[in-house]
């Protein structure tokens, strides 16, 4: 059973950058993706970005240039790095593998980060 557990969220001001973190524990079979997703109070969860063991990238159009997405295959463990930070951006981040072979989601429970204005 893979487990997820994330970390960097945070309070910083519009303008500013934070990191996230996602750890994973267990065995990832590839191929596979690794990403994130966010949910802001309201409105539906939505793709971030996410990386494929290929290294194929995806971006939301509301992050590109702002946000970059990687990976260390050896630890299982994915980031994002946020930059320029707006309040829009104000969610809960949550880590997501899906392994592809087996159809398999797998969920964090979630970091808050906020933005104020």
Do not use: H
């Amino acid at each position: 059973q893979v487990q997820l557990v994330e970390s960097g969220g945070g309070l910083v001001q519009a303008g500013g950058s934070l990191r996230l973190s996602c750890a994973a524990s267990g065995s990832i079979f590839s191929p596979n993706a690794m990403g994130w997703f966010r949910q802001a109070p309201g409105k539906q969860r939505e793709l971030v970005a996410s990386l494929t063991s290929g290294g194929y990238t995806d971006y939301a159009d509301a992050v590109k240039g702002r946000f970059t997405i990687s990976r260390d295959n050896d630890k299982n463990t994915v980031f994002l790095q946020m930059n320029s930070l707006k309040p829009d951006d104000t969610a809960v981040y949550y880590c997501n593998v899906a392994v592809i072979s087996l159809d398999a989601n797998y969920w964090g429970k979630g970091t808050l980060v906020t933005v104020s204005s």
